[in-house]
């Protein structure tokens, strides 16, 4: 983490700056003007003064194409700048925070464990004392691994799931999610109450004595679940909406894009399905107390989740790291 400090109100000479400093802002070398970050008089970065859900998403879209994204607040709040540093990892963009007191700069320095890459700060004894512990902090955290950008792949590692218990849900709100195509037998939505582990809930593809069956659905649970969607993020299926692109499953990883016609919820009794895989990595969702609402077996074949008993194995994955808004991150991050 770098250390930014603004001289232009103190009027510092370079030759007394304190050791640590990397960057001066003295309005000559280092400046901003415009909106446009200077560094040595070169074009370094854009700057954005986040008041609003506006403004963030103008921050937002110009991650990946600037070298530096400046980012001042009119009211310091943590959140936006979360939500910026989880939507930077892995690209090239390295994102600074002016900041105004010695809070915010632990604040900005350890956000989602990652922090800023820069703090950036007027010329006062108690913030350069607060950015100097801050960034030795981060450098006896650091790790020389990199992460990549993520990709969703066209292929993914299915694994088995060890169910350890089934239990009475309760009522709650059931989502369908109804496609604008149509599913094939073997396909469903990988969906989890965890971030990290998924459940392959198949679609409606199996017809019933008593029901017929419904191709284009797939019945995914409850409203605080994760979907995988077509890009890698998740959502909550609370998030869904028509227009969005979901990863559509099959039951040797294969996948393919669907888009949601429509979301139909209703209230229908649950039932808790806790499971682990082959690592111990625990993971668990409701889904609907119903013959229609299917796993898959490790052979590929559909499975009714009111038969489901402890010890028996279903289709999951396992993703790795954390999430944040849906974007994975690598911070730790506990889920029960």
Known sequence: MEIWLDVQSSKRGHEFLP??????????????????????????????????????????????????LVLSFESWSMIPLE???????????????????????????FALE????????????????????????????????????????????????????VEEGGIGERYCIDFTSLLNVGEGMLVGSNASSFMLVHGETIPSEFVPSR?????????QSYALMADGTTKYLAELQSGDSVTITDRH?????????????EQRPLLLFKWMNENHKEGHMFLQQAETVRAVDLMGNPLSVTSLVPGDRILGWSDHGARHIGVTISSLVSER
């Open 83 to 109: 939500n910026l540093i989880a939507a930077n990892e892995g690209t090239p963009t390295r994102i600074a925070a002016q900041l105004t007191t010695t809070a915010q700069i632990q604040g900005a320095a």
């Open 19 to 68: 050791e640590g400093i990397d960057t001066v802002i003295d309005g000559v070398g280092g400046r901003i003007e415009a909106n446009k970050l200077y560094i040595e008089n070169a074009l370094a970065g854009a700057v954005v003064h986040i008041d609003g859900k506006e403004s963030q998403d103008q921050a937002k879209a110009l991650i990946g194409s600037v070298n530096w």
């Open 215 to 223: 191709p284009f659905r797939v019945n995914a649970g409850s409203p």
């Open 253 to 265: 990883g294969r996948m393919r894009q669907a888009v949601i016609g429509r979301l139909k919820v």
């Open 114 to 165: 990652q922090g800023v890459d820069a703090v950036f700060i007027p010329d006062e004894a108690a913030m350069i004392e607060s950015a100097m512990i801050a960034k030795s902090q981060r450098l006896e955290r650091c790790d020389s691994s990199t992460s990549e950008p993520e990709v969703p792949p066209s292929v993914i590692n299915l694994e088995p799931l060890n169910i350890t218990s």
